[in-house]
């Protein structure tokens, strides 16, 4: 038995439908395995703006410092799109994810068997694949100098990309502490036949590599990365990438698998700490209405677990749960095709903590 403090954010749209779905997870993990998590909800995004008129309360940074984890379902809306930069929901976004030091991105892209006839490539392609990227998220190019300027009456613009080696470090272990709970292989990319960025970014790699002798590294260039992605992504465990690069490869390979509502996502920091949250937005068009696909923020509590908890069986005990639940051709409305048995919101998480109860048995 074990004790746990998460804070979780709602958020917007359908973002409070969503979270609550993944709490009721989280309570039936606490059920099953008798750990105590101490839940705690705070204000994040548009709502945060209408109870407090700004989108990131003082108050929700102090809760999540204090968190083992955090959870986060969506902020956003027409509602406040018209808001200035500093007062619009995403800020409280950005904000917090500055404020807690979250430089490690993870994004899983897995296969469900009775899912794969939706992805855009071959069954056999798909079938089997179960991939992690991890993205630098706090330096490169995004964070470089920027500078526009007109040289002979032409206009330029110039973006510097800078890594130092303790950046790269720390996102190397990551991935290799990652790769340890997972299938022990990593994929390290780059472009160091051309950049001198990358160029140091293989250099440390190998050298982290040295501490994990039992994790197999090869390194790829970010080119042929897109390529293998497309032809024979199960070929890939763990991808750790810079920030640029991981933008774009995380992209494709969240697309490898299909339906947005199915996509979770993490952000680390120093330690174990992590954010833990669907990939998709708050879907404005859907909120309230209970048909959003709970499934990305029930995945998202099967990360927080096994990274941030330390609780590897009960993290696999959800999702093989959504695995046997679509299995048995249960859908919303996101991953149905016609004939399919629509659930909404609640039933389909009632459906997920049933199957995880019978599996535990
Ligand atoms: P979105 O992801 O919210 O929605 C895109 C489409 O996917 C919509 O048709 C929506 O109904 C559908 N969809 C998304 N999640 C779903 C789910 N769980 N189940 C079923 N269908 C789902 O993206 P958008 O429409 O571009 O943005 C809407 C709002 O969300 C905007 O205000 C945007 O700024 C915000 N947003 C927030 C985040 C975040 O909080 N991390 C991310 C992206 C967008």
Redesign the pocket.
Known sequence: MANFRITILP?D??GPE?VAEGVKVLKAIEELYHHHFEIKEALIGGISLDQTGIPLPDETVASCQASDAVLLG????PKW?QNPGHLR??AG?LGIRKKLGLYANLRPATAFESLVDASTLKPEVISGVDLLVVRELTGGIYFGHKERREVNGVAEAVDTLHYNEKEIERIAHTAFRLARLRRNKVTSVDKANVMESSRLWREVVIRVAKEYPDVELEHVLVDACAMQLIRTPKHFDVIVTENLFGDILSDEAAMLTGS??MLASASLGEGTFGLY??V???????AGQG????I?TILSVAMMLKYSLGLKVEADLIELAVKSVLEKGYR???IASTGDEVKGTVEMGQLIIEEMKALKK
């Open positions: 958020g749209g359908i969503i969506a902020v956003g809306g799109d929901p995403e976004l947005i509502g949250e669907p998709h937005g708050s879907a404005p068009d859907i048909i959003a696909n709970p990305a919303t409305g996101d």
